[in-house]
T-cell receptor, first 111, second 116 residues
Framework: SQQGEEDPQALSIQEGENATMNCSYKTSINNLQWYRQNSGRGLVHLILIRSNEREKHSGRLRVTLDTSKKSSSLLITASRAADTASYFCATDDNYGQNFVFGPGTRLSVLP | ETGVTQTPRHLVMGMTNKKSLKCEQHLGHNAMYWYKQSAKKPLELMFVYNFKEQTENNSVPSRFSPECPNSSHLFLHLHTLQPEDSALYLC???????????????FGEGSRLTVL
């Protein structure tokens, strides 16, 4: 069964603005990850946050995790046109064996 | 360059054809995966191999047949496919399976399959 569910499904912003995407999941996890996918390409790992962590930064990316609410957010600051892509959250599944992806948020950054 | 190479990048086949997708990773990882990505649907996990042994078959139809001859190579053999099987097929690898320490997935660029 699907673990992660991103929100919103699509987001359109102007260059320079911040973009926030959310991910909710259903059962307890060991870690949560965010990936990016340019159209028709493979996914690229952005950041991993473990269940005992609350916040993590990587460059212009900031990820938070709230295990009590079973949710995570990805913030991209000072967005650029090159950030236009789909963003997915992934969690380990109920058995801790495999990665399960949500449907993704499609981000468009307008120049 | 992620260290995971998929070939071919594009494939068009008829419903009676037999073809194969190939994935190779140069990362020394122990786990390899096939995912299917259809338009407007989440990534669907198809198969998982860990140390060359299949650990997951996510109710995939038998017209898809995986093969993992060693930890670096993964194949997806295709035969008598249907038009609804048209999708982007993504291969990925990870150092270990997701559970426990987990770790990131490294994806190939995908094989875009069109079934006529």
């Amino acid at each position: 069964s699907q673990q992660g569910e991103e929100d919103p499904q699509a987001l359109s912003i102007q260059e320079g603005e911040n973009a926030t995407m959310n991910c909710s999941y259903k059962t307890s996890i060991n870690n949560l990850q965010w990936y990016r996918q340019n159209s028709g390409r493979g996914l690229v790992h952005l950041i991993l946050i473990r269940s005992n962590e609350r916040e993590k930064h990587s460059g212009r990316l900031r990820v938070t995790l709230d295990t009590s609410k079973k949710s995570s957010s990805l913030l991209i600051t000072a967005s650029r046109a090159a950030d236009t892509a789909s963003y997915f959250c992934a969690t380990d599944d109920n058995y801790g064996q495999n990665f399960v992806f949500g449907p993704g948020t499609r981000l468009s950054v307008l120049p | 360059e992620t260290g995971v190479t998929q070939t071919p990048r594009h494939l068009v086949m008829g419903m009676t054809n037999k073809k194969s997708l190939k994935c190779e990773q140069h990362l020394g990882h122990n786990a390899m995966y096939w995912y299917k990505q259809s338009a407007k649907k989440p990534l669907e996990l198809m198969f998982v191999y860990n140390f060359k042994e299949q650990t997951e078959n996510n109710s995939v139809p038998s017209r898809f047949s995986p093969e993992c001859p060693n930890s670096s190579h993964l194949f997806l053999h295709l035969h008598t496919l249907q038009p609804e099987d048209s999708a982007l097929y993504l291969c990925a690898s990870s150092q270990e399976l997701a559970g426990g320490l987990g770790g990131e997935l490294f994806f190939g660029e995908g094989s875009r399959l069109t079934v006529l």
